[in-house]
């Protein structure tokens, strides 16, 4: 009888050495979990990445439902300070100045948040854009295909917009109008 009680009595706790393992690799996850979710490491590239396909899509869309051929549904692109957005958003009035600033090459700052960035904003986050081949917009038709300033089709082969920081993604725009993340 007393040899089962000091049997049952041995086997209730944890061993020196056995917490000391335990401490250690607790430490060792705690380590490389912390290192994982410290940096954005590459977060921001795919946000601005998510953000440019929606502007995008959005400005395609409002080509292809607008078919008023005196506007232009463009989405104008920064790469010298890294920014995106259209020129400007006045679709409702019907004048001259309102047909001409819809085909401005600058960036309307405050147009809303999820078609353009703010005017430092990429630049805080540390990601820098380009464009292969080298162009300052990209200008939609009715049909939702990229065209140039004077409405003839771009990106035969493929237009590539490149956001660049910690690590490098793209947006790639086909000639058919299809947008979508680079692989």
Known sequence: MLNNQCYSFRHKGFTLVEL????????????????????????????YQARLVSGLRNMQTRA??????????QINLDSVTPAF???????????AS????????????????YLTTNAS?????????STLPGFSFISFNSLGQPVDAAGE????NQCEIILTGESAVSVCIESQGYIHACE
């Not at 309307?108 to 948040?113: K, M, R, W, Y």
């Not at 089709?153 to 035969?156: I, Q, R």
């Open 20 to 47: 000391i393992i335990m401490i250690i690799l607790i430490s060792v996850l705690s380590v490389s979990v912390f290192s994982r979710f410290s940096g954005t490491s590459g977060f921001s590239e795919y946000t």
């Open 64 to 73: 292809m439902h607008d078919a008023r051929g005196d506007y232009c549904f």
């Open 85 to 95: 957005g259209p020129p400007a958003l006045d679709y409702i009035s019907d004048t």
């Open 98 to 113: 309102a047909k001409e600033a819809t085909c401005d090459t600058d960036i309307e700052f405050g147009n809303p948040e």
């Open 121 to 129: 904003e990429m630049t805080d986050a540390g990601v820098n854009l």
């Open 153 to 156: 089709l771009t990106c035969s």
